[in-house]
């Protein structure tokens, strides 16, 4: 099975498909066309086989089109997201594999395709793809909704990327008070995490203005998180921080890279996780935190529906302003809260291990190598 990822950019998605197909399925080959300037970072991380390389293009979209034209013919191509690169390039590139297997992304559809540019190119991805992927029921339906799919023979099923989190917890070996300290957080107070990363979308000075509302013996009895290791810019880190300390100086703003055993780590210190970015299809780390049994606070606008009717414990708010509300209930009864979430975590096992996942994709290769066969 001889398959080439389509990702242009530098993203653990690609490093853990690659480690754990290889680990359930090593019959698999993986290549992989992206970007010079990611080269070094999949270099580093991946250990290639004999007979799986690195191909990259340069910055621009006609220089992916001419690599394109090079490259070798794969039983499978397999685009992870949506990019623009593999819609400038998809009559060159549905000529190099026997099937094209399309995985849509959160911003792919949700932000990018109201882009009338993005939206030209993406669907010359769909009109060449031979089979489609999104991580829930709901993105599956915005999708064919926007792209006009409906009718369409195309087959689009449920196939999600694992989460490698869970397979850290059950080697966290320090006790909670210490793994405060490595973090700087107080001992003795409810640790709040706000959002995954450093970016705009996950709209911490929103987050800050609804707990800044708290009622000061509940938000003395706080920790305010703020997770700031990829994503943002400087200035905006600053002022968030900014912003938090000037609300409680129990307020940690972390920006080190942390590795995948430190963000088990993170989870297995945090009681309550706010995720209310604007747009998203499902976050690997809101599910680690469910996983866990912490109370998760998230947007009704995002598409988590699914997850409440696999019966996953979880508060959804209309408005940001809600968190005041929830948080005021929530933290004087934590032990209870947590006590009812702890049931979260065979689902969500169930749902997202890689051990699951990775036979969600085995599967799909393997009907688009049969379908492929029997056209023979």
């Known amino acids: 099975m001889d398959i080439l990822l389509l990702c242009t ?43 799986e390389s690195i191909y990259t293009f340069g910055a621009h979209d006609y220089l992916c089109c001419v690599e394109a034209k090079k490259l070798p013919h794969f ?13 400038e390039a998809a009559h060159i590139l549905r000529r190099k594999c026997d099937a094209w297997f399309c995985s849509v992304g959160g911003s792919d559809l949700y932000r990018q395709s109201n882009k009338l540019f993005f939206r030209i190119l993406q669907k010359r991805i769909i009109r060449r793809a031979n089979w489609i992927s999104s991580e829930g029921e709901e993105t599956k339906e915005c999708f064919e909704k926007v792209y006009k799919m409906k009718g369409r023979k195309t087959p689009h099923t449920i196939v999600r990327f ?12 320090i006790e909670a008070g210490s ?10 107070k409810i640790v709040v995490m706000c959002g995954t990363n450093g970016r705009k979308e996950h709209q911490h000075m929103k987050m800050l203005e609804a707990i800044e509302k ?10 305010l998180l703020f997770p700031m290791t990829y994503g943002g810019n400087e200035d905006y880190i600053r002022s968030v921080q900014d912003r938090a300390l000037s609300i409680t100086e129990n307020s940690v703003v972390l920006r080190e890279f942390l590795t995948t055993a430190e963000m088990a780590e993170i989870a297995s210190i945090t009681d309550i996780m706010i995720h209310v970015q604007t747009t998203d299809q499902l976050s690997s780390a809101m599910l680690s935190h469910m996983y866990h049994g912490n109370v998760v606070i998230a947007g009704s606008w995002l598409p988590y529906h699914t997850l409440r009717e696999k019966g996953i414990r979880f508060i959804s ?3 940001i302003d809600q968190i005041t509300r929830q948080l005021t209930e929530v933290i004087p009864n934590i032990d209870e809260w947590k006590r009812q979430c702890s049931w979260n ?4 096992y169930h749902m997202s291990s890689w051990e699951n996942s990775a036979r969600e994709w085995y599967y799909v290769y393997n009907q688009l190598i049969e379908k492929n066969e029997g056209r023979i």
């Open 345 to 348: 975590k065979e689902i969500v």
């Open 162 to 173: 694992g989460v490698d989190i869970l397979d850290y917890f059950d080697e966290i070996h």
């Open 75 to 87: 039983d499978i191509i397999h685009s992870l997201w949506m990019e623009q690169f593999w819609g």
């Open 9 to 51: 950019h530098e993203t653990s998605y690609v490093l853990q498909l690659y480690r754990y197909m290889k680990k359930y399925y090593p019959n698999i080959k993986y290549s992989l066309f992206t970007k010079e300037s990611a080269k070094p970072y999949y270099q580093r991380h991946l250990e290639l086989q004999k007979g």
């Open 214 to 223: 708290l009622p000061e013996a509940i938000l003395n009895n706080c920790c």
């Open 179 to 188: 793994l405060k300290k490595k973090y700087d957080i107080p001992s003795g």
């Open 317 to 319: 708010i209309d408005h």
